[in-house]
């Protein structure tokens, strides 16, 4: 039976779980005991009661700086639940991004992880009146952050003053600011309010159960709003349990906590079930001569595909039910492996100003490359589809679409239409039965010389698909199609083995050192991109076929939500041209 709570407000929701569900697991880390709906409750009313000790009144800003823990979750709820507005903060940003995020968001407080502390040591806002350490809830000396960096508690009294709540929120005032550090370079602050996140969050429940019975393992950062309202909100809707790890969440440490945990539910991006299948499956379907045969029967290579994820299953813990993928398009071979082994995972499309939620469905529901249909109790649109393919840009509408952009109205009056609907950028086509396919960012489609519009994200996939690939960039140069690509240097280390023997040193001291090798080195490289290309442009349709594919050494710089920067090598592509 699907959750909704008397008003949406997070005071509301806090009310609801903590009474609810108030001797059920609520928020910990892996491998030590959770706290209790009750006990989450009960310490986000303490440390309201700090904020409102330290001033804080309905509508007053406060910084969220901190890696994944539990405290983070009740730092949310204290904040949102008192009527302020909590601004939470990527720890990938710059500390020269936080600084401006302090000060545009004229944040009054700021609650810091000790891992975190250090990037304040810049300098903080006049404005900032307080800060508090999110491990203990400790007050910290805003001096002594100023001045280095240290973590030092305030020597002041920390008594709680367990005072009402002055003026409880509603649900159309302002929630949160999300500042966003797109791959068009200015980061925007976008307001959510109550209403706009557990709408969202009430409509998904419509789409996709979560019960008290789930258990989720957070991977993605809180600051995003996916893992925030899909992640954390949902969930403590539900009365679901949510773990934390300690750590990044690289093999060594996912896979053990996987084996502790055993969730029913996560949620990722496609980069981690697309390595998945490229290092671990794709690997043995290919590696002799034997299974390529075999597989090029459907029948046999389904099978396979059935062993594989077996495998895959009990090594994510044996229970999942569902498996949420967002955040960009998933790799159709990936997904069609997926899709032959009966995976449950499930695809969603969203932006932060949408709360997230635009489209998706549950893993029974799928349709192979879409995101699925728009969400129950929201509404989808193509703008100006072209008549012949039905490509447009997409449109939404609904309690979820956010307030607007902080601080800049202008912005803010371009991304409506006059008639109050959403412009989100993308283009997309939808089909019969409702279903939404992404085809890319309007602003990154490529126009022919002929007048076809060319994705670039669609010819990205085929070629990240490719062995040895890890990640590439297409763009326009001159009416060419260009690619860069970043390679799975490991993997190449392991192809040419001959070379690195011969010197005893990995690919990448070789290219640094052995002077001799390195023209043999190049030579292989681009003759893997040559081979590279000529496979890519055997699947791709004429006007889409590249021209020239170059190495690109150094990873490509991304966004904290790991997107690469197109604006930054589109640019640098102009100059140099």
């Not at 939470?88 to 407080?109: C, M, Q, Y």
């Not at 590439?472 to 280390?493: C, P, Q, R």
Request: hydrophobic share 35%; glycine share 8%; net charge neutral.
């Amino acid at each position: 039976m699907m959750t909704k709570i008397s008003k949406k407000t997070f005071l509301s929701l806090l009310h609801h779980s903590t009474t609810s569900y108030a001797e059920r697991p609520a928020l910990g880390f892996v491998g030590q005991e959770a706290l209790t709906y009750a006990q989450v409750g009960k310490q986000v009313a303490q440390l309201r009661d700090q904020l409102m000790k330290n001033g804080i009144q309905k509508g007053d800003k406060v910084v969220l700086l901190a890696q994944n823990m539990p405290n983070w979750g009740i730092s949310y709820l204290a904040v949102t639940s008192l009527g302020a507005v909590v601004v939470p903060v990527l720890i990938d940003f710059t500390e020269e991004e936080i600084a401006k995020i302090l000060e545009h968001s004229e944040a009054k407080g700021i609650i810091v992880s000790e891992k975190q502390a250090y990037k304040l040591c810049g300098g903080l806002p006049d404005r900032l009146q307080f800060a508090i350490l999110m491990d203990n809830f400790a007050s910290l000396s805003l001096g002594n952050l100023e001045l280095n960096g240290t973590i030092v508690e305030s020597e002041e009294e920390t008594q709680m003053i367990a005072a009402p709540i002055k003026e409880e929120p509603e649900e159309d005032d302002l929630a949160a600011i999300l500042y966003t550090s797109g791959t068009t370079g200015k980061p925007k602050g976008v307001m959510l309010s109550h209403k706009n996140i557990l709408a969202n969050a009430e409509n998904t429940l419509r789409m996709q159960a979560v019960t008290h019975e789930d258990r989720l393992l957070s991977v993605l950062p809180l600051p995003h709003t996916y893992e925030c309202t899909i992640g954390f909100i949902i969930p403590f809707m539900s009365g679901a349990s949510v773990s934390y790890l300690e750590k990044l969440p690289t093999p060594a440490v996912l896979l053990p906590a996987m084996q502790q945990v055993k969730p029913t539910m996560i949620l990722t991006v496609p980069l981690i079930i697309e390595k998945v299948y490229q290092n671990r499956v794709l690997p043995k379907l290919t590696g002799s001569k034997v299974m390529r045969t075999l597989t090029r029967q459907k029948h046999i290579k389904k099978l396979f595909h059935k062993l594989a994820i077996k495998k895959i299953n009990k090594a994510f813990g044996g229970h999942l039910h569902f498996f949420g993928i967002g955040g960009a398009k998933l790799n159709a071979e990936t997904e069609q492996f997926l899709r032959n082994a009966g995976f449950p995972y499930a695809i969603g499309y969203g932006l932060t100003e949408t709360s997230p939620l635009v489209a998706g469905c549950g893993p029974s529901s799928t349709k192979f490359q879409s995101t699925g249909p728009v969400i129950p109790g929201q509404e989808m649109r193509i703008l100006d589809p072209n008549p012949h393919t039905g490509e447009g840009e997409i449109l939404a509408k609904g309690d979820h679409i956010m307030q607007g952009y902080y601080k800049e109205p202008e912005l803010t009056r371009e991304v409506f239409t006059s008639d109050g609907w959403f412009k989100t950028g993308d283009l997309g086509v939808i089909d019969e039965d409702g279903y939404l396919f992404i085809k890319g960012r309007l602003k990154n489609v490529i126009i022919s010389s002929t007048g076809e519009n060319i994705y670039p994200e669609d010819i990205e996939a085929v070629i990240n698909n490719q062995q040895h690939v890890q990640e590439s960039l297409v763009y326009e140069l001159k009416g060419k199609l260009v690619a860069k690509v970043h390679l799975n240097y490991e993997e190449i280390d392991k192809r040419y083995h001959e070379l690195r023997e011969s010197a005893g040193q990995s690919y990448q001291d070789l290219k640094a050192s052995a002077n001799q090798l390195y023209g043999q080195v190049q030579d292989k490289v681009k003759q893997h991109l040559e081979e590279v290309q000529r496979r890519v442009n055997s699947r791709l349709n004429r006007f889409s076929r590249l021209t020239l594919l170059e190495e690109q050494v150094e990873p490509f710089e991304k966004t904290p939500t790991k997107k690469i920067k197109r604006f930054l090598y589109s640019k640098k592509q102009q100059d140099e041209s």
